[in-house]
């Protein structure tokens, strides 16, 4: 792909005619100064050493819509902004069933918003990799066959965004990496067919952290060699996206589309999520398929909802969940209790629950207002002091699984235009062009490569370190408690080596602005309570905000 810079270039008026968006709207400009400027940040992650990608074209991704664009104008924009703009599935079909929105129009709103900001030199937020180039097409079919009798519940039509680790048929599937940019997979993952036999439109691919996050040490997150510098709407350049799912996050967060699916091995999902003020399910490994996704640990790794409600939360997790040949950890789909997707959404979920608190983090002020709330929702509070788990070997445990894992995505399930079948190679290739292909490092991936761990050892730190999560969670498997609540992705990486799933959901704005979530722990396949729980909070606090220049 050729190289992507961004400078406005937005809009023509010619006589009286209305204002249409260009396509050729991303040229390269000099981000030096910016650069220079974040080397005072505080936070060293924040340090960046470029922003804008060295590979990606977008003016290429838009080319199959330049001429719909061409007709879609500002006045048309605005006018859907009140119908789609922070909407829930359910609003947005009911305004397709009362002809006040198509499928296309709606594909139509998300290309032109998301042409509009990421082409602004001052509001380009690099979430996008790449357009699905027959989105729309798909989406006037969907309008012609579109029966009378969809429900307000269905997921028929509605453009979605893919974390770029998740193979699509005939879209280029990177993880970020310059090594995958030609990566063409044949067939879609398992939960990509899944969530095309409910309707959903796969608008295109989201950057991330590359890698998902496990490749350089101490690196941005949101930064991969393909997309570039994911940067956070709520504070752009200021505050984090979280990751690795960071293009999830930022692009839903900015109503780039309905929503988005993100993966995670250990806050991956939580983290964006959280960061960027969504509602974020990790769920138990296993429910949903990893087959088709690039890989970190097959022992923790699961893919997982983003979005800006509970209720769309649910849905695009329920089309999801199904048992898949190619993924064994998926049979765990035939214990699922009976009542799994019965959600009642219930407001007053949260009374006479008991409810774990954990007593280390009552010095955040949001975390104690939220759980004062909460107790006067009628929670029964119950302070925990779990001692600290041991953590010894988690690093180790994903680096030999990466080790063996990430060469069975790349012998089963990559392009035929991949020849790489190693991490070794990966890293050889890298050092071919550092400064271009791994700014950062690639300290993660060296160690990979050098790694000596046996099977019999890797075994060893699964069940040492699955013991030592599941007794700091003892409160839920002993039944003192119904749920544990964290903040953020604190305690992501326990209950990911617990096979326990957790749902963050908008629990405020720091002094600063940074939103910040509340995490939801759950005993393993306990997601239709912990949804339920997310719903009555998010009645309760109604806490997210769409950001301030994204509106």
Known sequence: MKSIYYFLTVFLIVGCQKA??????????????????????????????????????????????????????????????????????????????????????????????????????????????????????????????????????????????????????????????????????????????????????????????????????????????????????????????????????????????????????????????????????????????????????????????????????????????????????????????????????DSKYLKNKNIGVLEGLLEDPIYKKTIEDIKEEGGNIIYLSPKEMDYNGFINLLTTEMKYDLPKYLQSYSGDSVSIKSVKEVVDFNRNDSLKRAPYGQQLFEGIALDTTSIEELLELKEKLKSNGLEYLKALSNGEVDVILSIDNYHSAVAAVAHYPTITVPMGYKSSGEPTGLTFIGKSLSEKELLEFAYAFEKLSKARKIPVNYQ
């Open 20 to 345: 249409v968006q260009k396509i050729d709207s991303f040229k390269r400009y000099n981000e030096d100064s910016e650069i220079l400027s974040q080397q005072n940040h505080e936070n060293p992650r924040m340090k960046f050493k470029l922003i804008q990608s060295k590979y990606l074209d977008l003016n290429k991704e838009f080319e199959p819509f330049r001429a719909d664009l061409g007709k879609f104008s500002e006045e048309e924009y605005n006018a859907l902004k009140p119908i789609i703009l922070e909407q829930d599935i359910p609003t947005i079909q009911a305004a397709v069933k009362s002809g006040k929105l198509t499928y296309e129009k709606l594909t139509l709103f998300y290309l032109y918003r998301i042409l509009k900001f990421e082409s602004n030199k001052d509001k380009h937020l690099n979430a996008i990799i790449s357009l699905n180039p027959n989105v729309l097409n798909e989406a006037r079919e969907m309008d012609k066959l579109r029966e009378l009798e969809i429900t307000e519940f269905s997921l028929y039509g509605m453009p979605i965004l893919l974390k770029d680790n998740i193979n699509t048929k005939n879209m280029y599937t990177t993880a970020g990496a310059a090594v995958l940019n030609n990566n063409l997979p044949t067939e879609d993952a398992h939960i990509v067919r899944r969530l095309k036999q409910s309707g959903v439109l796969i608008l295109g691919k989201v950057n991330l952290s590359e890698w998902a996050y496990f490749f350089c040490n101490d690196c941005p997150l949101g930064y991969s060699a393909i997309g570039g510098q994911t940067l956070n709407p709520y504070g752009r350049k200021v505050f984090e996206t979280g990751g690795s799912s960071s293009g999830s996050g930022v692009a839903i967060a900015s109503n780039y589309a309905v929503a988005a699916i993100g993966t995670e091995t250990a806050g991956s999902i939580t983290s964006p999520s959280s960061k960027n003020s969504l509602v974020g399910l990790k769920p138990t490994t296993g429910v949903l398929s990893r087959s088709g996704i690039v890989p970190i640990s097959g022992f923790l790794d699961t893919p997982g909802p983003m979005t800006k409600n509970v209720i769309d939360n649910a849905l695009l997790f329920k089309a999801m969940v199904h048992k898949d040949g190619e993924d064994l950890s998926t049979e765990i789909v035939d214990e699922l209790p009976m009542n799994y997707f019965n959600y009642t959404w």
